[in-house]
């Protein structure tokens, strides 16, 4: 058997050693273990109008994921991001698939008896048949594009602030409805707080949470103020949508196209000098985009 034998002055520079390399490891574990728990962030942009065949391998180098209309995006009467599913996948895109949602005085109806006027019963239940064919509609679409059963589909809502009884009406029914049809809920909604005046603030997601009870809405907000919002950025670590302020964000668009003034004046310099959001390889600004992050590359799961 081998005998190691050390000099008393080796063996205490050998003690000194093994304390200082044990020390180091104390340190450094800690500082892994938290890079590995830090979760990842991803890039994705959305748009109104499908930007061409061409410029999503352009977009590719940016962004993980791209929005992806199931219908007519709002105020418009026509989707051209039709049939264009199998391409964007193809190209290594995710998605957010979105479908526009009504506003609030679509569902306020309004009728010439008063005594039908003032029946909120009844302005209930057409709010919750228009979710479950407004469902139906999105389910079919999402099938004939060619996306999965359990695909998150996102109602696109506007509006901003507390929304109306018939609207959580409508909301609830649009989301029983895709589950049975096989889908998951999602919603696209302001994540930005609204001041009510004798200091009450809401925030449309935060309403949306507490009047869905516990079905399993999944959240994109959107909250373009700065900060949080870095502006128009589109950095290889982005921050995650728990930055936006509302822990249980899914996804968060931090930045809109053209930007709102009145939000993004920390910010400004960060936008193209005709105040909307381009990415890096669109030297030519051709695609004005809205930029989100999200916890996953695909977070509609909808590959």
């Given at each position: 058997?081998?005998?190691?034998?050390?000099?008393?002055?080796?063996?205490?520079?050998?003690?000194?050693?093994?304390?200082?390399?044990?020390?180091?490891?104390?340190?450094?574990?800690?500082?892994?273990?938290?890079?590995?728990?830090?979760?990842?962030?991803?890039?994705?942009?959305?748009?109104?109008?499908?930007?061409?065949?061409?410029?999503?391998?352009?977009?590719?180098?940016?962004?993980?994921?791209?929005?992806?209309?199931?219908?007519?995006?709002?105020?418009?009467?026509?989707?051209?991001?039709?049939g264009k599913r199998e391409l964007v996948r193809s190209l290594g895109f995710g998605f957010l698939v979105l479908y526009s949602g009504p506003q609030s005085n679509e569902l306020q109806q309004k009728?010439?008896?008063?005594?039908?006027?003032?029946?909120?019963?009844?302005?209930?239940?057409?709010?919750?048949?228009?979710?479950?064919?407004?469902?139906?509609?999105?389910?079919?679409?999402?099938?004939?594009?060619?996306?999965?059963?359990?695909?998150?589909?996102?109602?696109?809502?506007?509006?901003?602030?507390?929304?109306?009884?018939?609207?959580?009406?409508?909301?609830?029914?649009?989301?029983?409805?895709?589950?049975?049809?096989?889908?998951?809920?999602?919603?696209?909604?302001?994540?930005?707080?609204?001041?009510?005046?004798?200091?009450?603030?809401?925030?449309?997601?935060?309403?949306?949470?507490?009047?869905?009870?516990?079905?399993?809405?999944?959240?994109?907000?959107?909250?373009?103020?700065?900060?949080?919002?870095?502006?128009?950025?589109?950095?290889?670590?982005?921050?995650?949508?728990?930055?936006?302020?509302?822990?249980?964000?899914?996804?968060?668009?931090?930045?809109?196209?053209?930007?709102?003034?009145?939000?993004?004046?920390?910010?400004?310099?960060?936008?193209?000098?005709?105040?909307?959001?381009?990415?890096?390889?669109?030297?030519?600004?051709?695609?004005?985009?809205?930029?989100?992050?999200?916890?996953?590359?695909?977070?509609?799961?909808?590959?």
């Amino acid at each position: 058997m081998l005998k190691l034998t050390f000099a008393r002055g080796d063996k205490n520079l050998l003690g000194v050693s093994i304390i200082i390399f044990l020390f180091s490891v104390l340190l450094v574990v800690p500082a892994l273990s938290q890079q590995s728990s830090t979760p990842r962030a991803y890039l994705g942009f959305d748009r109104n109008d499908y930007p061409g065949d061409a410029a999503l391998l352009a977009l590719r180098r940016s962004f993980s994921f791209a929005g992806y209309w199931l219908g007519p995006p709002p105020g418009a009467k026509s989707n051209s991001w039709s049939g264009k599913r199998e391409l964007v996948r193809s190209l290594g895109f995710g998605f957010l698939v979105l479908y526009s949602g009504p506003q609030s005085n679509e569902l306020q109806q309004k009728w010439s008896e008063q005594h039908v006027f003032n029946n909120l019963k009844t302005r209930l239940s057409s709010a919750r048949k228009r979710g479950a064919s407004d469902a139906r509609q999105a389910t079919a679409a999402a099938k004939k594009e060619g996306f999965p059963s359990h695909t998150v589909i996102f109602l696109d809502i506007e509006e901003g602030g507390r929304l109306p009884a018939v609207y959580h009406a409508y909301l609830r029914s649009w989301v029983d409805q895709l589950e049975r049809a096989g889908y998951r809920a999602g919603v696209y909604c302001s994540g930005m707080p609204v001041d009510e005046g004798g200091g009450v603030t809401i925030i449309t997601a935060d309403d949306v949470r507490k009047n869905t009870g516990k079905r399993g809405v999944v959240y994109w907000v959107y909250n373009d103020a700065c900060p949080p919002s870095p502006g128009c950025a589109t950095p290889q670590n982005p921050l995650p949508p728990s930055a936006s302020g509302l822990p249980y964000a899914a996804a968060w668009q931090f930045a809109q196209s053209p930007r709102r003034k009145q939000f993004t004046a920390r910010c400004a310099a960060t936008y193209s000098a005709d105040g909307n959001c381009y990415a890096p390889s669109d030297t030519a600004h051709s695609w004005n985009l809205d930029i989100n992050s999200a916890d996953s590359s695909d977070p509609s799961h909808g590959r």
